[in-house]
């Protein structure tokens, strides 16, 4: 799982290029990939993620704004908003991933790559999408 949790950060950094430059995703991620050696399965889970995204980004912010309630996406921090777009893709659209299990990396993430009150901002917005995806189980 350690893999994951790289290939994750690896598509985070592509995600923010994209944010930046608004360059072609998977050129963005090709960008990341080539600064080092990564294993294949840290490849093929962050371009699995950047192609996911990529598709539905459309779809993947409107959960953004809607559960975060009080918060103009704009204002969203880019990696923020980055994480979310990560742990919503993979909520959403990635069925052999529990959703508790990317709801803990994009904590983990947060903690790591961005400020002290983050992880908390995340954890609620992903928290309330999980409750309502699982509402009738």
Same mark, same amino acid.
């Given at each position: 799982?350690?893999? /994951?949790?790289?290939? /994750?950060?690896? &598509?985070?950094?592509?995600? %923010? ?13 090709? $960008?990341?990939?080539? @600064?080092?050696? @990564?294993? +294949?399965?840290?490849?093929?889970? =962050? ?6 995204? =990529? ?5 993947? $912010?409107?959960?953004?704004?809607? %559960?975060?309630?009080?918060?103009? @996406?704009? /204002? ?12 919503? =893709?993979?909520?959403? %659209?990635? +069925? $052999?991933?529990?959703?508790?299990? =990317? ?6 993430? &947060? ?7 983050? %992880? ?18």
């Amino acid at each position: 799982m350690k893999n /994951r949790r790289k290939a /994750r950060e690896v &598509a985070l950094q592509a995600l %923010y290029k994209y944010d930046v430059t608004k360059e072609d995703f998977k050129d963005c991620l090709n $960008d990341v990939l080539r @600064f080092k050696n @990564f294993n +294949d399965e840290i490849i093929n889970f =962050s371009t699995r993620i950047i192609d996911t995204i =990529s598709k539905k980004l459309n779809e993947i $912010d409107e959960n953004i704004r809607k %559960y975060s309630k009080k918060w103009k @996406f704009e /204002r969203i921090a880019v990696i923020d908003r980055n994480i979310l777009r990560i742990a919503i =893709s993979e909520m959403l %659209y990635m +069925d $052999d991933i529990p959703e508790k299990v =990317s709801i803990n990396e994009a904590v983990e993430i &947060a903690k790591k790559f961005s400020t002290e009150e983050s %992880y908390a901002f995340i954890n609620g917005i992903l928290h309330r999408l999980f409750m309502d995806l699982n509402e009738n189980e």
